[in-house]
């Protein structure tokens, strides 16, 4: 669509028909142009206006896009069907380490400990009998 836009630019109004360059290649240098063109240019073919006015539309629609989602709390879409949960194998450490293990958890991911020293009291936690 953009190429297509891009052969049909408005031509400067001159006195005598002058022929079309041949078209450029898009790069993002000559699509930031193109699409920021001032509102006040008219394109000569009625093709050409109707094409513009897309592309206006569809970035008008495309900025406002993110602003919508930013407005909607949650999706109100739910899955068509839930699979149950599945429980692992029950540990072989006690409650009591398991209790351990999940405070020293804790206090390391609150940054009261190092990772080395989390690992060590770890591997002390698992090593009692």
Do not use: C, F, W
């Not at 539309?57 to 068509?80: I, L, R």
């Not at 029950?90 to 009261?112: G, H, N």
């Amino acid at each position: 669509m953009r190429k297509k836009m891009q052969e049909l630019q408005p031509q400067p109004v001159a006195t005598a028909p002058t022929p079309e360059p041949a078209a450029k290649p898009v790069t993002p240098a000559t699509q930031t142009a193109v699409t920021t063109q001032p509102e006040a240019v008219q394109p000569a073919a009625p093709a050409a206006n109707a094409l513009l006015e897309a592309e206006r539309a569809a970035q008008t629609q495309a900025e406002a896009a993110p602003q919508a989602g930013k407005k909607t709390k949650k999706s109100t879409m739910k899955p068509a069907y839930q699979l149950p949960g599945v429980e692992g194998p029950a540990l072989p450490i006690s409650t009591d380490k398991q209790k351990r293990l999940a405070d020293l958890l804790a206090r390391y991911q609150a940054d009261e400990i190092t990772p080395a020293q989390y690992h060590q009291e770890r591997a002390k936690i698992l090593a009692e009998p």
